[in-house]
């Protein structure tokens, strides 16, 4: 592997804290790069659409994209250079961060380095979930808002949290099928959250947003119901959902059955710490934040000298 120029300062993730921090980077006169191993610039929340797509901010499965449009142009203007389709595949105490970019290796050596590798959905197993046909939530948004791609023909959401409600809302608006949406709190739980939301006045117009997208769509939401096993003869042909008590676990006697091709589970956010882990960053285990974070200042810097962390990266807060 032969070194490539340097900047100041890496970003390691496009997505929306890794614009912004690269973007005051920027605007404090250092030169930075932002790597990213995808097609486009955004991340997951700011995720761009292929060349060629249509689009339309109105429309939910969208939302979001213009405004990353916005922040990646501001970016670019400050001189923040983009590298994507660029793989980080190692990444040293010394500071060095090995890439795989148009087919070749090279190797980056920055004074600095930005870890903003966002999160990764939290898996949970379950008989017949490895059946083709059973996703998480984050890919199938991936795929409507990347690809304008249907994950399948009769869908069924099924996990706790607001992103399959948005997935869900975004999956009805672009014409697709769903079965229902399962969330496994139940409401009474839900409503004892209210406080929590107190001053989230933009996140909940978003949620009422999405709500009223799955009544117009006829799109039962159910509450305090989940998946316990998945079945099919090589692929996904239905599913078995049943009742939760208060723990969380299965009640006897509530199974019923539901046909669907396609299930996309979605139970939260973990922060991807994989690259602080190989650099030796000091983690903390904070469950409010997601579970395993990188420890940090108020200035996002690290015990190892010259990392910084931003976004889900630190933790989870959505």
Same mark, same amino acid.
């Given at each position: 592997m032969t070194p490539m120029s340097t900047p100041e300062i890496v970003v390691i993730g496009a997505g929306p804290?890794?614009?912004?921090?690269?973007?005051?980077?920027?605007?404090?006169?250092?030169?930075?790069l932002i790597l990213d191993e995808h097609a486009r610039p955004g991340g997951q929340y700011y995720r761009q659409p292929i060349w060629g797509l249509p689009t339309s901010p109105n429309q939910a499965i969208f939302a979001h994209a213009e405004e990353g449009h916005a922040q990646i142009a501001e970016a670019m203007r400050a001189g923040v250079q983009f590298l994507t389709d660029a793989l980080v595949w190692g990444v040293f105490a010394e500071g060095a961060v090995a890439i795989l970019s148009a087919g070749k290796p090279e190797v980056l050596t920055p004074?600095?380095?930005?870890?903003?590798?966002? +999160?990764?959905?939290?898996?949970?197993a379950f008989p017949g979930w490895t059946l083709p046909g059973v996703i998480t939530a984050g890919a199938a948004q991936a795929l409507l808002r990347g690809q304008g791609l249907l994950p399948g023909r009769r869908i069924l959401m099924a996990g706790t949290g607001p992103l399959q409600v948005a997935v869900a809302a975004q999956l009805t608006q672009a014409g697709a099928h769903l079965a229902g949406v399962l969330e496994a709190n139940s409401f009474s739980r839900?409503?004892?959250?209210?406080?929590r939301f107190w001053g989230q006045w933009g996140r909940l117009r978003e949620a009422l947003q999405y709500c009223w997208i799955l009544r117009s769509g006829r799109?039962?939401?159910?509450? +305090?119901?989940a998946v316990v096993r998945a079945v099919g003869n090589g692929e996904l042909s239905g599913v078995i959902t049943a009742e939760l008590d208060e723990n969380w676990r299965p009640i006897a006697a509530t199974e019923a059955e539901v046909e669907v091709d396609t299930l996309c589970l979605g139970f939260g956010l973990v922060p991807n710490t994989r690259l602080a882990r190989l650099l030796g960053c000091e983690l903390a285990y904070v469950p409010a934040r997601g579970g395993l974070v990188p420890v940090h200042d108020d200035n996002m810097q690290t015990p190892t000298p010259g990392v910084f962390v931003a976004g889900e990266a630190a933790g989870i807060a959505g």
């Open positions: 804290a890794g614009i912004r921090a690269a973007l005051e980077a920027a605007r404090a006169g250092a030169s930075v004074s600095k380095l930005i870890l903003a590798s966002g +999160g990764h959905e939290r898996p949970v839900l409503v004892w959250s209210g406080p799109v039962p939401l159910i509450f +305090g119901r």
